[in-house]
DNA sequence: GTATTTACCGAAAACGTTTTCGGTGATTTA
DNA sequence: TAAATCACCGAAAACGTTTTCGGTAAATAC
């Protein structure tokens, strides 16, 4: 079956291909019948306008690309599901992909999209990212990029982060205040800047409330793994520090603590008190319930197409506003794995 | 900065663009010199051919539409994440939308993707999907499509689907074998086909173990939140009829149910036993973990394309094989909050 | 030495849309 | 009545690619 296209329908009406196109598209050169003429017919053979066609014509095409470093994942599944949803509201559908945390298949998605001539990018960087000049490069020839979540402060365009630094101040003031004396902290690996930021945010917490940083409170992950939280507890279960509170990277990492601590017969949070960050689903079915910072991902994604939606604009109209951060604000939320606030 | 163009090349080359395009595609009636010289100049300028204006020609966007009724989901982020790594193998891209388990959104959302003029559509249905003609109607007008997980026998296209009556079948029968005499079940919401089959299969796999079904040992649930399978557990446990096995029907009911009759003082297992259903990550760290049976998302994923893209390459020959349904295996997987076999 | 094949290239149409730039005839204005 | 305005429409170029169908020169065949 041929598709219905302008040139059918001009025919059909005796006009030409031009008129046709303009009558749809409410030009003020184009008489009121003709117009009703082309529209109702139009409607009645149901014509949809080749997309290749006005693609090329419009140079764009209304598709954005997202990469995430991973999507079975509570929190990026939640980013990539605002995106979308902001996104249709304006008319732009979404093409996903995931890096798996991987630099060379990030750069080959994001050729992979550019390819695609779609009209901007959102991308959270790998973990393994160090180089940032395959994003670097599409930002100078022109393409709308905004970053969200992972960053690099390298990189000059629109960013949407969550506070990492006062939602780690955050938390770890929670655990003092509900009466923690030495506090650990299970931190992640080494680069991304959420790492940092958390671990700042609890330094400076600690500083605040005059508990002097302790390094050997710190304990470092690579996988961020139900396991490896696991695996730490070990560390802090044996450790000759009396830790009393745990302020985990992640709700798994704490959940995998948590479970450890038990196992090995502490109390919680009586014995020891752990706060995760994120949460995710899962905290909400620990036992106890996993106290833990709740990380806005839906929030997140809507805000960063927002942004990216108004750089393309921009870019129509040929105009430069200056690059903007968005921080998401977080909180925390109190369940029974801390002591109740007094 | 000037997008570069075949006729770019052409020029600079002195040469047609006819030529130009040939050379880079190894058309045999071009010299090796020209299509040397062409390949290398390209190289040098980084030339990208324009979608568009391929996608126009060639009529196909190498691209797929991917509707979920979910995207937070693990089961379903697990299936995207396998369309869109199997897609990408094959050169396709992948948009994804989700219905959010409307009827509305989910018509609406076909209608952007053929906009669009993707290549084809993988869709899982919405459960509150019971016409199903805005799919129908696009497999008659010849687009590919697969239905994936939440499928209609109604609907004459390739699907790919757990082999829920089996999967369900496994499950009770393994609290039966590892000791349970009356199994109640928590089923889903009556429309869509995975409840009835999984429903199905619990009834069978009683009947060949000479255990007599009985209607007030299966229970009820609409919205299969954890908070379901929480209230439920009430009913279950002020029972009359001595349950001692729960094969419910995923594994956020079971979850709920399990800490609620923990709540009220039952012992999990040797009290009551209790399977889920998808292995969803959750049932890791529940207390004690628990048994399930493994959803394999990320196979279907896979699978799903599969048959997609088959019926993609299909139709641009002319050919038409018949429509396949795949069913994909499960597995139980056993943990503690079922008794060890004996 | 003519006829035929071979090797290589290009003109042009096509995909379907959008928009510019005139160009009609009809109506107003001076 | 001539000149200016108006309302309406269409031809054609453009977006960038692909492919068909010749066409020309050189190489081979007879």
Chains 1, 2 share one sequence.
């Not at 509201?89 to 945390?101: A, D, K, P, R």
């Not at 520090?241 to 990277?249: Q, S, T, V």
């Amino acid at each position: 079956m041929p598709n219905i296209t302008l040139k059918k329908i001009a025919e059909i009406l005796g006009i030409s291909v031009a008129t046709a196109s303009k009558a749809l598209k409410d030009y003020a050169d184009i008489s009121d019948e003709t117009k009703q003429k082309v529209k109702s017919l139009a409607e009645e053979l149901d014509y949809k306008p080749n997309s290749f066609a006005q693609s090329l014509r419009n140079r764009e095409s209304k598709i954005i690309g997202l990469i995430a470093p991973q999507i079975v994942h509570h929190f990026f599944a939640n980013i990539i599901k605002g995106v979308i949803d902001a996104a249709e509201e304006q008319g732009y559908l979404v093409i996903t992909l995931q890096s798996g945390e991987s630099y060379e298949t990030e750069k080959k998605q994001l050729q992979l999209l550019l390819d695609k001539n779609v009209d901007g990018i959102l991308i959270s960087l790998s973990d393994k990212t160090i180089n940032y000049d395959h994003v670097a490069d599409i930002i100078k020839k022109g393409v709308p990029v905004v970053l969200y979540d992972k960053i690099s402060k390298l990189l000059d365009c629109s960013k949407v982060i969550i506070d990492d630094r006062k939602a780690a101040y955050d938390a770890t003031k929670f655990l003092i205040d509900t009466g923690c004396k030495r506090v650990a902290h299970i931190r992640g690996p080494l680069k991304p800047q959420t790492t940092i930021d958390r671990f700042l945010g609890y330094k400076s917490a600690l500083k605040d409330n005059n508990i002097e940083y302790n390094e050997s409170l710190v304990f470092e992950t690579k996988d961020l793994t139900y396991d490896d939280g696991y695996g730490i507890a070990e560390g802090i279960f044996k450790s000759d520090e009396d830790i009393d509170g745990i302020f985990a990277f992640t709700d798994l990492l704490a959940t995998g603590a948590m479970v450890r601590l038990t196992e090995l017969g502490m109390k919680v949070p009586d014995d020891i008190s752990i706060i995760g960050f994120s949460n995710w689903f899962l905290t909400k079915i620990t036992s106890p319930p996993l106290s833990t910072v709740d990380q806005p991902g839906y929030e997140m994604g809507v805000k960063a197409f927002k942004l990216l939606y108004r750089e393309i604009q921009e870019k129509k109209k040929d105009v430069n506003s200056p690059k903007e951060i968005i921080k998401i604000p977080t909180k925390v939320i109190p369940r029974n794995s801390t002591r109740p606030m007094l």
